[in-house]
């Protein structure tokens, strides 16, 4: 499938409704877990399904950036992934640090090819954690 003209991030369940509002009223386009999977959906299959719609993650689930199996994944299905690396913020503190990295997210995903992840830090930071280099090699 090709990607929309304006990039679509897919807000993981553990980040909740506060931020896709956040992001909503940013401007962003976003799609919410819940309106495809139900909570306990395996991140392998739902990964897949973000993949191929080329849609782009925001989560601050860890295991997805260690879990080998997750992470064939998201090589397979070129997923790009942004994480939070710290995740003890508040609902309002992720919304706001996402809405405020909303352009470095959408730069970076220009920047950068799929699959990747990346990490976003609390003072907004947006740093290359997994490259596609790095992921594919997962796969052979």
Known sequence: MTPPAQPVFFIDWCLGKTVANTLLEAGACVEHHGNYFTPN??????????G???WIVLTKDK???????ELQVIARANVKVFSLASGNLTRQQMADLFAG???KLEKFTTGNQ????AKVYKDS?????RNRTQLLKLLK
């Open 114 to 117: 799929a699959p990747f992840i």
């Open 52 to 54: 191929d719609h080329g």
């Open 41 to 50: 959906t395996p991140d392998a299959e739902w990964l897949s399904v973000v």
């Open 125 to 129: 930071r947006v740093e290359l954690w």
């Open 63 to 69: 295991g997805i950036g260690t879990n080998p199996l």
């Open 101 to 103: 990295v909303l352009k």
